[in-house]
């Protein structure tokens, strides 16, 4: 018999009854009058210049409420010193799966549909990808500089122009 009343105890799984019946409530499952949702058009590329970003169609397609780029955004004059200061990429990509295009629909099956739609021309750079060669004193990360403590630009996420 164990002196702990709770550590190596089994325990019941509160919701286990609705998670196998299907019944369990998550939060995609929430759906809110007038709720849009939104699918992001990441970079396939770890470091590549933005040539251009075709939104035509995507924006052409019934049920899209918006096709936003960076420069929609009221981030879009700030510098990306950082992942966390990067909201959408603006001229470049800095790292794989950067977003560079939000897509807002009216269902989640919508805005996927058009996020497809999204053309994005890369010119893919150079990388570094082994820490002998990111040594190297030519070699730049941030180009606009190391970040700083107090540049992160999350809290603007919300902010509206």
């Known amino acids: 018999m164990s002196e702990f009343t709770h550590l190596g105890k089994g325990r019941k799984i509160i919701d286990g009854l609705e998670k196998v019946l299907g019944q369990a409530q998550y939060v995609a499952d929430l759906e809110l009058a007038g709720m849009l949702h939104v699918k992001l058009c990441l970079s396939l590329y770890a470091h590549a210049k933005i040539k251009a970003v075709h939104l035509e169609a995507a924006l052409a397609l019934e049920g899209v409420v918006a096709v936003l780029t960076a420069n929609d955004l009221v981030t879009k ?48 750079l150079p990388t570094v990808a082994d820490m002998a060669t990111s040594r190297a004193d030519d070699i730049i990360v941030w180009q606009y500089g190391v970040p700083k403590e107090g540049e992160d630009l999350t809290a603007l996420h919300g902010e509206t122009s």
């Open 77 to 124: 004059d700030r510098i990306i010193n950082s992942r966390s200061s990067a909201v959408l990429a603006k001229d470049k990509v800095l790292f794989a799966g950067q977003p560079v295009v939000a897509v807002v629909a009216r269902t989640p099956e919508i805005a996927a549909d058009a996020a497809a739609l999204v053309e994005i021309e890369y010119k893919e």
